[in-house]
């Protein structure tokens, strides 16, 4: 199996966390979850994954159009309204883009923005665990649930500006999917 989209990835990393624990949707439960925003207007942009205290793993697809201008985004790590207790921010210093990228098919939908400033890790700002090694069974067999974290809209469908973004809200999102092994994905 070719592992080639974020949001795949991040699923099957949250199998572990939902293995051992029922879903509740808070920073303290996905204190790697990280908002990015751009720099100067702080609307929302796309989600991350914390995986380094200054590096936030996401897509590709959300940040490619501004390689050439890291400091466009900042990431948010911890309640979502800055000025919150518990939240922080960086601004990107780098960002670097799978090689094997394609816009078309989004196979390798994989970013990086590395921070200026490390994030001070806490009960919810910290780096999400991944396994040391390669899994190479078929998560499907390995699990029956994944968990999709997120911040959606306020209204979806109501657009602000006419370039696909919403209005944003800042609470947490997530739900909880049944996870398919590959055999039943293919049929």
């Known amino acids: 199996m070719v592992l080639t989209s974020f949001n795949f990835i991040i699923c099957l990393l949250i199998c572990f966390k939902l293995s051992q624990q029922n879903l509740t949707c808070s920073f303290s439960s996905f204190p790697f979850m990280i908002g990015i925003k751009e720099t100067f207007s702080f609307r929302h942009v796309c989600a991350g994954s914390l ?14 159009g501004r390689k050439e201008i890291p400091g466009y ?61 390669f899994i190479a069974e078929d998560f499907g067999k390995l699990y029956t649930k994944a968990v999709a974290i997120g911040w959606g809209p306020y209204h979806p469908g109501k657009r602000i500006i006419d370039d696909n973004r919403y209005l944003f809200n800042p609470s947490l999102k997530c739900v909880e999917l049944d996870l398919l092994d590959e055999k039943t994905v293919r049929s």
């Open 73 to 133: 985004f900042t990431a948010v790590a911890g309640p979502s309204l800055i000025g919150k207790i518990g939240s922080q921010r960086s601004i990107a210093k780098e960002i670097v883009i799978h090689a094997g990228f394609d816009r078309t098919r989004y196979a390798f939908d994989v970013g990086l923005l590395i921070l200026q400033h490390k994030f001070q890790l806490s009960h919810l700002i910290n780096i999400v665990k991944v396994p040391e090694e």
């Open 51 to 64: 995986v380094k205290p200054d590096t936030v793993l996401t897509l590709a697809s959300c940040i490619i």
